[in-house]
């Protein structure tokens, strides 16, 4: 492993001639764009293999690299095999990575959320993963990084790569680690690193409709059902929900919808406006399935998002039977579900998520739909404020929207972007009554 140290320091258009530069290039693997996030949740963008040598990269991308130490980049394909069942597969194998990369010399390494995509992108074609910065630079962190890979015997098997920087002329390269049969891992020719664009699209939204924001029931279920084998919850999940009508039908009552972030005050509105209108509260999750959300808090966004999709479904057929006798107020729905998975998929920022009237704001097709769904909105030091009041221990989510107000902003923004229906915004910062107020004469007006 000595050599590969010196290699940094030696410079690169020595090793790489233009011989050797005319074979790799009939040998060459399909360019490669990553998505590099950043501190602040910025994004770099970069290409691999493209015919650009010399060109520089993104400054902020050359920056991290220069910086004393070694990048390495871990990615793993999202749909190996296209089926839910593959998917599934993939994103537990990526949440184990990130597990492993947590433990030993790997410990050391600072991480930086990475996708890389095809030219064009496209559903299907995303990797996820990670850039780690091993700041000391140390055969150790490769020695890790390699006996990780032989820890993953089946397919997908994560790939990995290192960036080099040509000390003299400072070009990024990438050397990818392959395994050549019976010789062991092997790193090949170094590809040039070089700009690339801003892609028009986040490259994680063409997976959304199969990752997290399904565009109808079945679309989740494949979901569970590629998951009853690993997960027992999953099944007993499944039964519920296919006791559920497919097509539950809404009752002559309205039926209002409350969302917005933890602590806007869901409950406390709610609960008021229930009694007020004389109204059955329900909320999503329900209650039957409540005993389970731990378990797929647990599991990657796919699964996790799943449970909650078909948690809708059965608070669908709740609301069917509850609105044919009464009015209905429903803490959390479908945009809750949607809203989060959106805002965790699409790294970066506000700026990065799809834009408003793209398909994945649109409610599923085969879901009761509500008459009206207002979303409580109060500025972010209130809501600290709040759940600092409220004592309770907080979620692993609620901490993160503590310490993250850009995914706090993401979501409210995707809450905002929702369509047919949209959401009403109602300032939920004044005290309690009236903010009741407020709500009850708008579901006056809006629902007769
Ligand atoms: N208008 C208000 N003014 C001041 N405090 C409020 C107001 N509304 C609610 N609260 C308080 O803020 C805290 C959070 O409210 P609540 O539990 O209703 O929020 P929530 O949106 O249901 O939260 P979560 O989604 O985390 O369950 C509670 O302690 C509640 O008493
Ligand atoms: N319909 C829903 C409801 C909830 N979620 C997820 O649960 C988290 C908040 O739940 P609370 O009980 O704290 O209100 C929220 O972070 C969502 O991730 C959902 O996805 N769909």
New binding site residues.
């Given amino acids: 492993m000595v050599w590969a140290g010196r290699l940094r320091a030696l410079p690169l258009r020595i090793l790489w001639g233009p011989r050797l530069r005319a074979w790799a290039s009939t040998m060459a693997p399909p360019p490669r764009f990553f998505a590099l996030e950043l501190p602040g949740c910025t994004l770099a963008h970069f290409a691999v293999g493209t015919d650009a040598p010399g060109a520089p990269a993104d400054p902020r991308v050359a920056a991290l690299m220069a910086t004393p130490g070694r990048s390495y980049s871990l990615c793993v394909p999202v749909a190996p095999g296209g089926d839910p069942g593959a998917r599934v597969r993939a994103a537990r194998l990526h949440q184990r990575l990130l597990q492993q990369l947590d433990r030993g010399p790997l410990k050391r390494c600072q991480l930086h959320r990475l996708l890389c995509y095809p030219p064009g992108g496209g559903a299907g074609t995303l990797q996820q993963g990670v850039l780690l910065h091993d700041p000391s630079d140390s055969p150790d962190t490769r020695r890790a990084l390699l006996a990780l890979l032989d820890s993953y015997l089946e397919a997908p098997r994560p790939s990995l790569g290192e960036f080099l920087v040509d000390d003299a002329t400072r070009q990024l390269w990438q050397r990818r680690w392959e395994l050549l049969d019976g010789q062991g891992w092997r790193q090949v020719e170094p590809e040039p690193v070089g700009p690339a664009l801003e892609p028009d699209l986040h490259p994680a939204v063409p997976d959304l409709p199969s990752a997290g924001v399904f565009p109808h029931r079945e679309a989740a279920r494949a979901v569970l059902e590629a998951c009853t084998a690993v997960i027992p919850e999953a099944r007993a999940m499944l039964e519920l929900v296919d006791r559920c009508p497919t097509r539950a039908q809404k009752g002559k009552f309205p039926v209002i919808v409350i969302e917005g972030l933890?602590a806007t005050g869901?409950t406390t509105v709610t609960q008021a406006a229930s009694e007020s209108l004389k109204a059955v509260l329900l909320r999503?999750?329900p209650a039957c399935v409540s005993q389970w959300r731990e378990v797929f808090d647990d599991e990657p966004t796919i699964v996790?998002?799943a449970f909650?999709s078909l948690?809708?479904y059965i608070v669908a057929s709740e609301i069917a039977e509850a609105s044919a006798r009464c009015p209905v107020i429903v803490?959390?729905?479908?945009h809750?579900?949607a809203a989060?998975?959106i805002a965790t998929e699409v790294s970066g920022a506000v700026q990065h998520l799809p834009p408003a009237q793209h398909s994945v704001y649109q409610w599923p097709r085969d879901l009761l739909q509500p008459d009206l769904v207002l979303l409580l909105t109060v500025s972010p030091e209130e809501r600290l404020r709040r759940i600092r009041g409220r004592g309770l221990e907080k979620?692993r989510?609620?901490t993160e929207l503590e310490a993250n107000s850009i995914f706090r902003q993401k979501v409210e923004e995707c809450y905002r972007r929702m369509d047919n229906p949209g959401c009403r915004e109602v300032d939920a910062s004044p005290p309690r009554e009236e903010v009741l107020r407020t709500v009850l004469s708008l579901i006056r007006t809006s629902c007769g």
């Fill in positions: 933890d869901k999503s999750p996790r998002r909650y948690g809708n803490d959390r729905y479908w809750s579900t989060y998975a979620t989510e609620e």
